[in-house]
């Protein structure tokens, strides 16, 4: 059973973004998405996400048609199987990271990981508010914090944006040897070409057709 499949998918605004977008992701496996500004990368993430009911189609995670869940069985997929890594971290900056790492653990019950800590370069960075720290350090620890869930599905929206060339490899690297661990699911959006190239499965939204 995939854990992710998209079948007919078609969404649209003020302009049709994409028409009949199927996919379908198994065990361990990585897809990247890429495009031109404007193309859907985003919104598709949030379709696949739970997030946003597409215009047409059907997404089933782990089997299920989730658009046609409950709201509170939507709410707990997203809250205990699924993590998403945005562009903007989300952090709380009244809290440290710490705290903010801590807040995962109070949804899921997991503990916090000091081998992901130490994988992250982040541990001199735990006892700092959000807000003394810089750009590269709040996005580890935003991706941290979203791994402490221990999500079998990983959405991941330009993960490594704010990083540094190096900081983004070891990070990419962290976010591909975890979906191997727990048998996971990557689904990447990026402009990186390289990067996109580094996934099972990549998909440019600019050339229309199916994937």
């Not at 562009?87 to 990981?113: M, V």
């Not at 661990?181 to 050339?207: M, N, P, Q």
Request: proline share 2%.
């Amino acid at each position: 059973m995939p854990l992710i499949e998209a079948k007919n998918i078609s969404h649209s605004f003020d302009y049709p973004l994409f028409n009949d977008i199927n996919l379908s992701l198994d065990e361990s496996e990585t897809m990247s998405v890429t495009g031109i500004s404007g193309s859907g990368k985003s919104t598709l993430m949030h379709i696949c996400s739970t997030m946003l009911k597409p215009n047409s189609g059907e997404i089933r995670l782990f089997g299920e048609d989730i658009y046609s869940l409950s709201q509170k069985k939507l709410i707990k997929i997203r809250r205990d199987m699924v993590g998403i890594i945005f562009q903007a971290h989300y952090l709380f900056r009244g809290l440290s990271a710490y705290e903010n790492l801590e807040l995962s653990t109070i949804l899921t019950g997991n503990k916090i990981s000091e081998e992901l800590i130490e994988k992250f370069k982040i541990k001199k960075t735990m006892n700092q508010k959000i807000g003394e720290l810089s750009g590269g350090q709040q996005q580890r620890v935003s991706i941290a914090r979203v791994l402490t869930k221990k999500p079998k599905i990983i959405f991941a929206d330009e993960p490594t944006g704010n990083l540094d060339e190096k900081t983004a490899d070891e990070v990419i690297k962290i976010l591909f040897e975890y979906v191997k661990e727990v048998r996971g699911v990557l689904f990447l959006v990026t402009h990186e070409k390289e990067l996109a190239s580094r996934c099972k499965y990549s998909k440019d939204l600019s050339i229309k057709g199916l994937l």
